[in-house]
Nanobody, 112 residues
Framework: QVQFVESGGGLVQAGGSLRLSCVAS????????IGWYRQAPGKQRELVAT???????FYVDSVKGRFTVSRDNAKKTVYLQMDSLKPEDTAVYYC??????WGQGTQVTVSS
């Protein structure tokens, strides 16, 4: 299966920005939809955004207008630009093309 390695998380104040990266173990040219997910403490993992092979994107309402997903197939990388961050965005963020398999994720902490 495809493996992903997430990075770019950190501690940021509310209103700040972070850009997460997700590098695939294979060429992303061969992968269709890739999703970003997050899991906050004590909550279930939830979908945040997806991007198709052609670049079409989807966002859940809670991040629409603040987050932007993109992909660079030549670099086997998917990005999640997160702006206007809120404390409720605090979570471990993951990317996946098959929700049976998960990487270690990257921690995002937004302080108020």
């Amino acid at each position: 299966q495809v493996q992903f390695v997430e990075s770019g998380g950190g501690l940021v104040q509310a209103g700040g920005s972070l850009r997460l990266s997700c590098v695939a173990s294979v060429s992303t040219f061969s992968i269709g939809v890739i999703g970003w997910y997050r899991q906050a403490p004590g909550k279930q993992r939830e979908l945040v955004a997806t991007i198709s092979r052609s670049g079409g994107s989807f966002y859940v309402d809670s991040v629409k207008g603040r987050f932007t997903v993109s992909r660079d197939n030549a670099k086997k990388t998917v990005y999640l630009q997160m702006d206007s961050l809120k404390p409720e965005d605090t979570a471990v963020y993951y990317c996946s093309s098959d929700t049976r398999y998960w990487g270690q994720g990257t921690q995002v902490t937004v302080s108020s």
